[in-house]
């Protein structure tokens, strides 16, 4: 019988029996090593955790900076997915030329909670109306329809609403 380092009969397995790099993942029984196995000084590198939503119960201090992407939609671009099948992000920005268009969000329940910026360029003084999804409101729509540049944010507060106010324009 092959072993490694002493022979079992003699002690058991020490971390000093094994090579550095000689266990790899796909040796490690899934669910196996649990939060007491890992020193409480232990610092994972970031890159090795997976990309994925991380549940926090408690209140979190963030020492270092957190900012969320900015997407720059197509012109004319009238609806903000928020879902995660969507664009990702929480900023957008969109400029407006033409058209007519109803402000709309894409919902799902992952995405109550959420809440965001969109920079808003209207070009054309193209006039505006909401989307059911959108609560806005109607003075800041009539506000819109002045060409310019706005500051929109947003507030999921549901799978079917979003509240959202805006800016005086900005220039």
């Known amino acids: 019988m092959s ?4 022979r079992p ?3 058991a397995l020490t971390s000093d029996d094994i090579a550095n790099d000689i266990i790899t993942s796909a040796k490690i029984a899934n669910d196996s090593i649990v939060n007491a196995d890992i020193k ?16 926090l119960s408690d209140d979190q201090t963030i020492t270092g900076n ?11 671009t009238n609806t903000f997915n928020l879902t995660n099948a969507g664009i990702g992000t ?7 030329t033409t058209g ?3 402000i709309t969000f894409t919902l799902d329940a992952n995405t109550v909670g959420q809440s965001g910026n969109i920079v808003f360029v209207n070009t054309g003084a193209t006039s505006f109306s909401a989307h059911s999804t959108c609560k806005i409101a109607a003075a800041d729509l ?8 706005y500051w929109m944010s947003y ?11 805006i800016s005086t324009k900005l220039i």
């Open 40 to 55: 409480s000084d232990a610092a994972i590198v970031a890159t090795k955790i997976a990309n994925t939503a991380v549940t």
């Open 66 to 76: 957190i900012r969320g992407s900015l997407t720059t939609l197509s012109n004319d």
């Open 90 to 96: 929480n900023n957008f920005k969109v400029t407006f």
């Open 100 to 102: 007519s268009p109803a």
């Open 9 to 11: 009969a003699d002690a």
């Open 155 to 165: 507030l999921c507060i549901s799978t079917t609403q979003v509240l959202v106010t």
């Open 142 to 149: 009539i506000t819109l329809a002045t060409a310019g540049t």
């Open 3 to 6: 072993y490694l380092g002493r």
